[in-house]
């Protein structure tokens, strides 16, 4: 069972999938990032990268997030995603983008320069798809000045310590999974 750890849907239950290689980011671990990065999220435009159940970017939105962006290269979690956000009340604040984006940022009409205040990368374990994924970010220009990139990783993942002007601030590390935080560097 998965449920939402915080902001005004904190408690609701979310569908999951079994049987697929979905690994839904823990509710201790969903914690402690907000906690880390702020738990008022109020404004935010956010992107939910391998976006799985799409837990993150609905924690976020639940937070006061004013739209997600969910991105998905399985049908599967694409129709949950878009279940998990009707089940919230939250599907005119959240935008489902089904396709793989292991290697660019997909064109859509609200990814604008500057336009994401906060970026999920949660990419299957051992895959090495982070570092070109922040390169990509970064070099689309899409992330705003005060912009923050959280990734999850397998503990031992060597992950950069900077993409473009973006800087590796934060590393915590719960059992197995591995949070970096990158922010702007000023």
Known sequence: MMRITGGELNGRVLGTLSG???????????????????????????????AGTGIMGIEALSRG???????????????????????????NRGYIVKGDIKNSIPAHEKLKKGAIDLA???PPYGRELIPGLLEAMVKTG???????????????????????DFILNKTRIYGETKIDIYERQI
């Open 20 to 50: 697929m290689n979905i690994r839904p980011t823990s509710s201790k671990v969903r914690q402690a990032v907000f906690n880390i990065i702020g738990n008022d999220t109020t404004g935010f435009h956010v992107m939910d990268i391998f």
């Open 120 to 122: 999920f990368i949660d």
């Open 65 to 91: 997030a004013e739209w997600a962006m969910f991105f998905d290269n399985s049908g599967r979690s694409v129709e949950l995603i878009r279940k998990n956000l009707e089940l919230c009340g939250l599907s």
């Open 142 to 164: 899409i992330m705003s000045d005060n912009g923050i990139i959280v990734t999850e990783s397998k503990r031992d993942e060597v992950l950069p310590l900077n993409a473009g």
